[in-house]
């Protein structure tokens, strides 16, 4: 249990923080720069630095109410930088249409891939209507399948991308919450180059460590857009709230809450582990199809073999009483995401669920049935 107040207004405790330890008291009350305080914008830098490996310059990044609020931003921004539309490799974000539609004059471009076929960059490039790509967001290590690109994707996808100027917005909420450490090579970039005019960082620190409703999120945007994303920032919020800022600072600094950090990857991948060994245990043919995540909070099951209609399937799973959530169909068809910070009693009762509305490939000849059965008791407590 974390006590707020405590680690807001803790009293300084070394030299490093006196600083801030003062503006705490007198600065909380006021407006700060739109990007945010420019101490803990510095210290924010060097945690975005570890994980992308290069230098990240101070005065490019801006503290932003959670990743959602950065890639507004970026959105925004790119808009205005560059026409066209904005593809995203699919399965994506459940969020990044609605985003696109809000916040970018082009519209959603994306092709169906399969999860882990290679991506096409000249596709990809091209998807917008008049073959006008403004930005792609490249979301690695991806949600929902939390599956990390290959090592060199990105240096393609940007060196393919600087004679149209298309923009990445780079989405890196799950870089630090890898299952394997030695992953995070995939995760790097090669050099901070692309950081100058075209590459947007976007990233959740709230939700690498676990405490994702504490809305603590950053923006990097390239050196020459730093005026734009001033202006922009300042019309939307101003500042994210002091008080935000001041937790980020300890969250950042502190060795519990990087304890806690370092403890998410190792529990969320135990968590996949046990739901795992559950359905070898109690539903043995599910059990291949549940998909192996690489790092971040939620795993898939691929119901592709089972069912030809995701609408039928969300339809049979509420008539029983399972709460589903947005975000769990997510634009990919056969996938259900389910998050790895689910009890296990709860999951449990899915699978059984899920056991008896689907009909195991064991049975070729009933494929595709949904058995739209209503179950006895309705449990309302599901997530999916
Ligand atoms: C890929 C991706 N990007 C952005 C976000 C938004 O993060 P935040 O909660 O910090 O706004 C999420 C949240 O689930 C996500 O999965």
Request: proline residues 7%; hydrophobic residues 40%.
């Amino acid at each position: 249990m974390i006590d707020l107040l405590t680690a807001v207004y803790r009293p300084a405790s070394d030299d490093d923080n006196a600083s801030l330890d003062h503006q705490r008291y007198f600065a909380d009350i006021n407006y700060t720069d739109s990007a945010g305080l420019s101490d803990i914008r510095a210290r924010t830098a060097r945690y975005i630095s570890q994980i992308v490996g290069v230098p990240i310059n101070p005065s490019t990044v801006f503290l932003t109410n959670g990743a959602d609020h950065a890639i507004s931003v970026a959105l925004s921004a790119t808009s205005q930088l560059k026409s066209g539309d904005v593809y995203v490799p699919s399965p994506y974000y459940f969020k990044y249409p609605h985003q696109i539609e809000l916040y970018h004059k082009g519209r959603l471009a994306t092709q169906s891939a399969n999860g882990g076929e290679p991506l096409n960059i000249p596709q990809m490039l091209t998807a917008g209507r008049n073959n006008q790509t403004s930005a792609i967001i490249f979301n690695n290590p991806n949600n929902p399948l939390g599956l990390i690109h290959p090592a060199g994707v990105l240096d393609r996808l940007i060196e393919a991308s600087a004679p149209t100027g298309t923009h990445i917005i780079y989405d890196i909420v799950y870089g630090d919450t890898l299952f394997n450490p030695a992953d995070a090579k995939h995760i790097r970039l090669s050099n901070a180059d692309p950081l100058k005019d075209r590459l947007w960082l976007v990233g959740s620190i709230s939700k690498s460590h676990g405490i994702p409703g504490w809305r603590l999120g950053f923006l990097v945007c390239p050196e020459q857009s730093v005026e734009l994303i001033e202006h922009i920032t300042e019309i939307l919020s101003s500042n994210i709230s002091t008080i935000s800022q001041f937790l980020l600072n300890d969250v950042l600094t502190l060795p519990s809450f990087d304890m806690r950090r370092q403890n998410l990857a190792t529990e969320m991948a135990s968590s996949y582990d046990q739901m795992l060994a559950h359905l070898e245990e109690n539903h043995a043919w599910l059990a291949p199809h549940l998909l192996k995540p690489q790092a971040g909070i939620f795993c898939c099951i691929d119901v592709r073999d089972f069912c030809s209609d995701d609408q039928k399937l969300k339809q049979a799973l509420q008539n029983r009483g399972v709460k589903i959530k947005v975000g769990s169909a997510l634009g990919y068809p056969g996938l259900i995401r389910l998050p790895l910070t689910a009890q296990k009693s709860d999951y449990a009762e899915l699978f059984e669920h899920l056991a008896q509305i689907l009909i195991p490939q064991a049975n070729p000849s009933a494929r595709a049935v949904i058995q739209d059965k209503p179950a006895s008791t309705p449990v309302a407590r599901l997530v999916v």
